[in-house]
């Protein structure tokens, strides 16, 4: 990828989120597929292991891949102490994530992130401050991180965050049913999330840190999708294990299925512990590789991310001026 490349299609960021595919919109469960999926765990491992190894881009095509980059994140703040002027902060710098200084250097039209993820009580103030910008507010919800709260209340979260004003929606699924073989329960849960969103795009979070297996992994995809997920999702980014490429690979390889039987492509967004611009041209390389360019664009990818923009724009200012700034100078919120 070259900046050549990227701008020629950069300046479609202001429109998110793009809609220029057909709806996952699911189909019944169909047990004898997903009892079938297996997971070889060490040509897996090997797969993910090589990748960084073999994936290097230097000087113009690495800030290309960076902006990018960019583009795909969902810029986050889950924290118990979020206030109305720290998500107003942090959605201006979704607006401008990176200084106009560095862009005009690279020839760059602006550029903004894909979403600016934060909990149901801080949406109204992102809302507000991202209007007009066409950057949409995803929520997370259904008694996020954990998901155990009763079903109807996660359900009328769902339903409120939406009512606020959230385009999107991360839920998480009930772990239980996926440690416990109970498929038909995820597909129903997953089922109801979907009807809750009504025209709001759900991620569907595994927390696959806690699924126990990559076989795991494997099957709770394939039935979220199966429910009517618009996106999969690696992590609540609170779980000891987060986004790792072995579970990448997995998922996306369930996308790819997924999309060869239906037709419909299903957005993948890995999320916590990507902090670092070298991991991101990473994981971008993956989508290359295994999904196609067409899993490069923010209505199909994303990263799930509150410290990754800063490394990336110390990067970027190095390729343009050969020095890196401290990290002090690109605080998000």
């Not at 106009?100 to 909990?119: D, F, K």
């Amino acid at each position: 990828m070259s900046i050549d490349t990227l701008t020629a299609t950069s300046t479609n960021a202001a429109l998110l989120p793009q809609v220029t595919e057909p709806r996952n919109a699911g189909m019944p469960l169909d047990l004898n597929w997903v009892l079938s999926v297996q997971a070889n765990t060490s040509a897996i491992e090997r797969r993910a292991a090589s990748l960084p190894a073999r994936r290097s881009v230097k000087k113009a095509h690495q800030a290309a891949w960076l902006l990018k980059a960019v583009t795909c994140i969902d810029l986050t703040t889950l924290s118990g102490d979020d206030t109305a002027r720290r998500v107003g902060r942090l959605c201006a710098k979704a607006r401008q994530p990176i200084a106009a200084s560095v862009l005009n250097a690279l020839g760059m039209p602006p550029v903004t992130v894909g979403a600016v993820c934060v909990y149901h009580e801080m949406i109204g103030p992102a809302v507000d401050a991202l209007q007009g910008s066409g950057i949409p507010v995803a929520a997370v919800s259904t008694g996020f991180p954990a998901g155990l709260s009763p079903l109807p209340l996660r359900i009328a979260e769902i339903e409120q965050s939406v009512a606020a004003g959230a385009a999107e929606i991360d839920i998480v699924i009930s772990r239980r049913h996926v440690l416990e073989g109970n498929w038909q329960a995820l597909y129903d849960e997953m089922r109801a999330f979907r009807a809750a969103c009504g025209d709001a795009h759900v991620k569907a979070i595994l927390a696959t840190g806690e699924l126990g297996t990559l076989r795991n992994v494997a099957r709770a995809s394939l039935v979220c999708m199966m429910a009517g997920a618009d996106f999969i999702k690696t992590s609540t980014g609170k779980e000891s294990v987060n986004a790792t490429l072995p579970v990448s690979l997995v998922m996306i390889r369930a996308i790819r299925d997924y999309y060869e039987r239906t037709g419909y492509r299903v957005g993948y967004k890995p999320a916590g512990g990507i902090s670092k611009a070298k991991d991101a041209i990473t994981y971008l390389a993956l989508m290359k590789e295994e999904l196609g360019d067409r899993w490069l664009q923010p209505d199909l990818f994303r990263f799930g991310a509150s410290s990754l923009l800063n490394d990336i724009e110390r990067q970027l200012e190095h390729h343009v001026s050969g020095s890196y700034s401290a990290t002090y100078r690109h605080p998000t919120s």
